[in-house]
T-cell receptor, first 111, second 115 residues
Framework: GNSVTQMEGPVTLSEEAFLTINCTYT??????LFWYVQYPGEGLQLLLK?????DKGSNKGFEATYRKETTSFHLEKGSVQVSDSAVYFCALSDNTDKLIFGTGTRLQVFP | KAGVTQTPRYLIKTRGQQVTLSCSPISGHRSVSWYQQTPGQGLQFLFE???????NKGNFPGRFSGRQFSNSRSEMNVSTLELGDSALYLC??????????????FGPGTRLTVL
């Protein structure tokens, strides 16, 4: 069945460091891919999405490119801030409203 | 536009009881999905309702059920509660069109503790 694998956390960085959180997926067909973020004490928020191969999703300085050849959707940001500290979830949908999530990666950014 | 609201925010029950959680979607959204979030299993899809019909279902036992009303509000029910049902239950709404790239808007969740 469809699944998402993302790197274990926590990821600990200093402010202004470069961030990469790896995400790979297994799916039949052409899923849509998403990154959601969960700030402490809050619900999930969509960070960015991509719906077809080679699409790049971007928002708030974060980017991820849908790579069908490597079945990956890695999240990157050039310069993280303390306010980016949160849990990040990679997810896919098989063209329904059902989301399949990865396990989440906690990011901790220190000043 | 008001966001997705869930009530109650916190709930404590004992084993064997049943519980009903409520979700009010964003106005105009016709699809409501439910997810269970636990430290061990992460985020798992329970079911999705669209126009009062269950459109998708996850791999949960029959003790977990849901319904959607004509105003798109949704409830989920868990009967015969077990300790392992302790979790954060998240509701998400979307416009519900076909295609699968619909943005899901999540509520803050209901924290259920089973003692």
């Amino acid at each position: 069945g469809n699944s998402v694998t993302q790197m274990e956390g926590p990821v600990t960085l200093s402010e202004e460091a470069f961030l990469t959180i790896n995400c790979t997926y297994t799916a039949t067909g052409y899923p849509s891919l998403f990154w959601y973020v969960q700030y402490p004490g809050e619900g999930l928020q969509l960070l960015l999405k991509a719906t077809k191969a080679d699409d790049k999703g971007s928002n708030k300085g974060f980017e991820a490119t849908y790579r069908k050849e490597t079945t990956s959707f890695h999240l990157e940001k050039g310069s993280v801030q303390v306010s980016d500290s949160a849990v990040y979830f990679c997810a896919l949908s098989d063209n329904t409203d059902k989301l399949i999530f990865g396990t989440g990666t906690r990011l901790q950014v220190f000043p | 536009k008001a966001g997705v609201t869930q009530t109650p925010r916190y709930l404590i029950k004992t084993r064997g009881q049943q519980v009903t959680l409520s979700c009010s979607p964003i106005s105009g959204h016709r699809s409501v999905s439910w997810y269970q979030q636990t430290p061990g299993q992460g985020l798992q899809f329970l079911f999705e309702y669209f126009s009062e019909t269950q459109r998708n279902k996850g791999n949960f036992p029959g003790r977990f059920s849901g319904r959607q009303f004509s105003n798109s509000r949704s409830e989920m029910n868990v009967s015969t509660l077990e300790l392992g049902d302790s979790a954060l239950y998240l509701c998400a709404s979307s416009p519900g069109g076909s295609g699968g790239a619909n943005e899901q808007f999540f509520g803050p969740g209901t924290r259920l503790t089973v003692l």
